[in-house]
Nanobody
Framework: VQLVESGGGLVQPGGSLRLSCAAS????????MNWYRQAPGKQRELVAG???????TYTDSVRGRFTISRDNAKNTVYLQMNSLKPEDTAVYYC?????????WGQGTQVTVSS
């Protein structure tokens, strides 16, 4: 199983980024997909999730700014991040979950700074 994130980088406050996570080795369409992030010195936190049926959830701090989506034909989940703030700076991880085990990507760095 592989989850490969891409799309991270350095962006100014107020800017946008789109993260992608390409999955292989799983039946992607039946997995719930999530984006987590971990800032230095902080615990990993769930940012957004999308169920196999397309239901989405967001943590309060990103609701209205971030949008999670999936393309089952491409085995890919996306995180569109708008109006980025310095506090969004973290390593962002893709997660695939359907009971146990669940799978993680290697992470992609997002830095929001002027």
């Amino acid at each position: 199983v592989q989850l490969v994130e891409s799309g991270g980088g350095l962006v100014q406050p107020g800017g946008s980024l789109r993260l992608s996570c390409a999955a292989s080795g799983i039946i992607f369409s039946i997995y719930n997909m999530n984006w987590y992030r971990q800032a230095p010195g902080k615990q990993r936190e769930l940012v957004a999730g999308i169920s196999s049926g397309g239901t989405t959830t967001y943590t309060d701090s990103v609701r209205g700014r971030f949008t999670i989506s999936r393309d089952n034909a491409k085995n890919t989940v996306y995180l569109q991040m708008n109006s980025l703030k310095p506090e969004d700076t973290a390593v962002y991880y893709c997660n695939a979950r359907r009971g146990a085990p669940n799978y993680w990507g290697q992470g992609t760095q997002v830095t929001v700074s002027s």
